[in-house]
Antibody, heavy 123, light 110 residues
Framework: EVQLVQSGAEVKKPGESLKISCKGS????????IAWVRQMPGKGLEWMGI????????RYSQSFQGQVTISADKSISTAYLQWSSLEASDTAMYYC????????????????WGQGTLVTVSS | QSVLTQPPSVSAAPGQKVTISCSGS????????VSWYQQLPGTAPKLLIY???KRPSGIPDRISGSKTGTSVTLGITGLQTGDEADYYC???????????FGGGTKLTVL
């Protein structure tokens, strides 16, 4: 059974750093891209970026380039999303998802999703 | 402002049919495949449709997708109260080199 299990909820103060995780199982992790999606309170889905789990190939949405870092450790089938200095506006639910298809060929979709990690940034 | 445009809300009675539209441009919907996601309250999104009109295993055939030019439509027949959720279209945008979603549509089953 394909599963993506994310780390637990976090409460942080502005200016603090944070790294959340997404562990895959039930599939060959290194064969897929893993995406991160943000959902701010009461708002819609925003595509943040993707990483190919086999290596370091990473793509970011312009809105998130330079704001977050996406990484992966293939030895433990885990992808990460990290911030060096959180802001209150980073308060949101963050989802990881497995990307199927080939985006460069115009065909990509998110077929399995993690349960989400709620990040709250407040002083 | 989302790259893909969806109506904020739609509603219909149980047993009826509803359609949800999603419009874009040649850099996204017009030249790439589209997927649809259902997000029930308090849960993670779930894939409903991929490659414009294909259903993953376990998705009933009362769910359908279609595409015409730079617009796509999600159709749900035989509406049930359990279908009340937010629905999102998504695709790749070749100009942005990024994935994009619609703003979401809240379905109410009256």
């Amino acid at each position: 059974e394909v599963q993506l299990v994310q780390s637990g909820a976090e409460v942080k103060k502005p200016g603090e750093s944070l790294k959340i995780s997404c562990k895959g199982s039930g599939f060959t992790f290194t064969n897929y891209w893993i995406a991160w999606v943000r959902q701010m309170p009461g708002k819609g889905l925003e595509w943040m970026g993707i990483i190919h789990a086999a290596g370091s190939d990473t793509r970011y949405s312009q809105s998130f380039q330079g704001q977050v870092t996406i990484s992966a450790d293939k030895s433990i089938s885990t992808a990460y999303l990290q911030w060096s200095s959180l802001e209150a506006s980073d308060t949101a639910m963050y989802y990881c998802a497995r990307q199927a298809g080939f985006c460069s060929g115009g065909n990509c979709y998110l077929d399995y999703w993690g349960q989400g990690t709620l990040v709250t940034v407040s002083s | 402002q989302s790259v893909l445009t969806q109506p904020p809300s739609v509603s219909a009675a149980p047993g009826q049919k509803v359609t949800i539209s999603c419009s874009g441009s040649s850099s996204n919907i017009g030249n790439n495949y589209v997927s649809w996601y259902q997000q029930l309250p308090g849960t993670a999104p779930k894939l409903l449709i991929y490659e414009n009109n294909k259903r993953p295993s376990g998705i009933p055939d009362r769910i359908s997708g279609s595409k015409t030019g730079t617009s796509v439509t999600l159709g749900i027949t035989g509406l049930q109260t359990g279908d009340e959720a937010d629905y999102y279209c998504g695709t790749w945008d070749s100009s942005l080199s990024a994935g994009v979603f619609g703003g979401g549509t809240k379905l109410t089953v009256l």
